[in-house]
């Protein structure tokens, strides 16, 4: 069942965030939604934490008349994974996206301007941090698990490092420890359209760069997707309306990419996707320490991971870098290569194949 | 050793050629090198062919301080695998492309200006008619080896059923019977960064287009390495002049994408670029016949494929769809699957992987 009409919630942290690059980000605004209701011991929270390009309308609609609920809303709700009868669903908006929460195209207090490439580097590490806050503000001690995958599994992974006594549990989904060369490669090149568009004049735009980030997009739907979910999509298919002998002539495919890349300018700030494309290429698990063994010696909850046969883009051999790291230092961790077709977006698409181990977990860690 | 100093000759075909579009393009210049002797029976020739971005310099150099030799230059010489002792090779520059073949950025005589977008779509099959002129020229009348890699194997391919009756045999390297949607959506997103670049102007350019063709070069290089050899070559190494907290600041790997893009601008035509991208996405094998068992039972000479593990471009399943066919309507036909990090690149940077096989067939067709 559906969690039903839900309202977005803000907070405001005045004194900001001390980040990783040594600069203070303040104030920091997070939006953020919560469905179900917190218990009086506070003990049956989760926070969901979302993609690249994500938000925090996870589920249920904003309104009545909205066309389609949030983005994960088939897992949130009445008799759902995430049952909200028994627990109480956090998610909030990243720092550094543009749906509300603290990014570049947020007014610098201290300029009245828009930040745009004054707005600094964040780090995955810096994204948690500011989750902790709103996790302080809500009251709660423990998270019963924080789940997530893509760039949601890495702050799975930050939350059961860095804040290992703050959670009872944590799932990663479709994530990697550090992103290796080529999926860098797939963001320089995104980032490279872009900075190509003359409109986006280093960030300065009024409106967004709405061919740069068109492409951006359409090169990253790529790597979300695999060759054989796209060949049982699109095959070789021409477009109907083209003729194959036509210059400008489209593949079936090729007006896929185009057609979402156009649709993603109205719903994604441009300089938002950079510094996320950034926060994804920098990321490493071990950031600031000397190994994986080091950091992972530090997490205190079991941890559950999923990687899917198909996703090229944090391909399965780097989740099960992970694991065997924490089988070999002994800290409680599961893993499922679950068999899919659809690439790295199988964590969003096939739900139903991760649902009963997570149900499980989440019986196990006290739900 | 070296075939030493070459020369590169040209045919000129005045009446031209019957395009798969229907379109006629006329007059037909032809680039090509040849090196060692055509014997007497004319039965020693074998015609390699080149990829997306090559050209008719196969071997040695064009002039003693040439800093390089040709592009395939290990592979050709006295006591190399095609050994100029005792054959002659042929090397031409597609059609299409910009090394002095005719191409878009050739004058076409009824305008006096260079065709840009007025050239004729063509595709791998219009490759090889054309080449067909030139083996008539050289007074061929059926070559001992047609040999490719990538657009290359296409072109062999093509060879082997459309001409049956002039090849003793076919190496097919790299290639596929048609690429798929994935291998399009790639060339799409390049095609997509030259057509956001404004200095373009729709293919009317004085200047080669060198943010977009850079761009494009750099989503192409992508294709043609494999995860394996990028974390080989650059793993998550940052920029040592860069600091990783500059919005600026570069991986390793997205320097090299970047450098290599722009020395690209340098020697490619960024409409050549778009043309031959476009017969690469259009190449089907058994374009015009109801199916590849259909097109296959064309075939006269024995056949032999290669492709290599590491290859996602055209990954080796569908060399084996190819081979399978084959083997079923009983052609002759060999299949080796090399182990390689190298991605679709392999072919060019492992030559000694498939020499001793191809040396054997050589010798089988009498060689």
């Given at each position: 069942?559906?969690?039903?009409?839900?309202?977005?919630?803000?907070l405001?942290?005045?004194?900001?965030?001390r980040?990783?690059?040594?600069?203070?980000?303040a104030?920091?605004?997070?939006v953020?939604?919560?469905?179900?209701?917190l218990?009086?011991?506070?003990?049956?929270?989760i926070?969901?934490?979302?993609?690249?390009?994500?938000?925090?309308?996870?589920?249920?609609?904003?309104?009545?008349?909205?066309?389609?609920?949030?983005?994960?809303?088939?897992?949130?709700?009445?008799?759902?994974?995430?049952?909200?009868?028994?627990?109480?669903v956090i998610c909030?908006?990243?720092i550094?996206?543009?749906?509300?929460?603290?990014?570049?195209?947020?007014?610098n207090p201290?300029?009245?301007?828009?930040?745009?490439l004054?707005?600094?580097?964040?780090?995955v590490?810096?994204?948690?941090?500011?989750?902790?806050f709103?996790?302080?503000?809500?009251?709660?001690?423990?998270?019963?698990?924080?789940?997530?995958?893509?760039?949601g599994?890495?702050?799975?992974?930050?939350w059961?490092t860095?804040?290992?006594?703050?959670?009872?549990?944590?799932?990663?989904?479709?994530?990697?420890?550090?992103?290796?060369?080529?999926?860098?490669?797939?963001?320089?090149?995104a980032?490279?359209?872009?900075?190509?568009?003359?409109?986006?004049?280093?960030?300065?735009?009024?409106?967004?760069?709405?061919?740069?980030?068109?492409?951006?997009?359409?090169?990253?739907?790529?790597?979300?997707?695999?060759?054989?979910?796209m060949t049982?999509?699109?095959?070789?298919r021409?477009?109907?309306?083209?003729?194959?002998?036509d210059?400008?002539?489209?593949?079936?495919?090729?007006r896929?990419?185009?057609?979402?890349?156009?649709n993603?300018?109205?719903?994604?700030?441009?300089?938002?996707?950079?510094?996320?494309?950034?926060?994804?290429?920098?990321?490493?698990?071990?950031w600031g320490?000397e190994?994986?063994?080091?950091?992972?010696?530090?997490?205190?909850?079991?941890?559950?991971?999923?990687?899917?046969?198909?996703?090229?883009?944090?391909?399965p051999?780097?989740?099960?870098?992970?694991?065997?790291?924490?089988?070999?230092?002994?800290?409680?961790?599961?893993?499922?290569?679950?068999p899919?077709?659809?690439?790295?977006?199988?964590?969003?698409?096939?739900?139903e194949?991760?649902?009963?181990?997570?149900?499980?977990?989440?019986e196990?860690?006290?739900?």
């Amino acid at each position: 069942m559906s969690v039903g009409i839900v309202q977005e919630q803000s907070l405001t942290i005045e004194t900001g965030l001390r980040l990783e690059s040594g600069r203070i980000l303040a104030p920091i605004t997070l939006v953020y939604e919560t469905y179900g209701t917190l218990n009086a011991a506070r003990s049956n929270a989760i926070l969901v934490t979302h993609a690249w390009t994500g938000n925090a309308h996870l589920a249920g609609k904003l309104a009545e008349d909205d066309p389609k609920p949030g983005w994960w809303d088939a897992i949130v709700g009445p008799g759902r994974l995430l049952d909200t009868d028994r627990y109480f669903v956090i998610c909030s908006n990243v720092i550094g996206s543009c749906y509300g929460s603290t990014g570049p195209a947020s007014i610098n207090p201290r300029t009245g301007k828009r930040y745009n490439l004054s707005f600094p580097v964040i780090t995955v590490r810096d994204m948690v941090r500011a989750q902790e806050f709103l996790i302080d503000h809500l009251g709660i001690d423990r998270l019963l698990t924080v789940l997530g995958g893509s760039m949601g599994g890495m702050q799975a992974l930050e939350w059961a490092t860095q804040l290992p006594e703050r959670i009872a549990s944590a799932v990663v989904l479709a994530a990697t420890p550090r992103p290796s060369a080529q999926a860098i490669a797939m963001n320089a090149v995104a980032r490279w359209a872009i900075f190509n568009d003359p409109t986006w004049k280093k960030g300065e735009y009024r409106k967004n760069p709405k061919d740069g980030l068109a492409l951006a997009r359409g090169i990253g739907h790529i790597t979300f997707l695999s060759d054989e979910s796209m060949t049982a999509k699109f095959d070789r298919r021409f477009s109907a309306k083209d003729g194959q002998f036509d210059f400008f002539g489209q593949f079936e495919v090729e007006r896929y990419l185009s057609y979402n890349g156009y649709n993603f300018v109205d719903r994604f700030d441009a300089n938002s996707f950079l510094y996320l494309a950034k926060a994804l290429d920098l990321y490493d698990v071990a950031w600031g320490y000397e190994s994986m063994e080091e950091v992972f010696s530090l997490v205190k909850a079991p941890l559950q991971f999923f990687a899917f046969t198909s996703d090229w883009l944090y391909p399965p051999y780097q989740t099960e870098e992970m694991v065997n790291v924490l089988q070999k230092i002994g800290n409680p961790v599961e893993y499922h290569l679950i068999p899919s077709a659809y690439g790295h977006d199988a964590f969003l698409l096939e739900h139903e194949t991760f649902t009963p181990m997570v149900k499980a977990l989440l019986e196990r860690v006290g739900g």
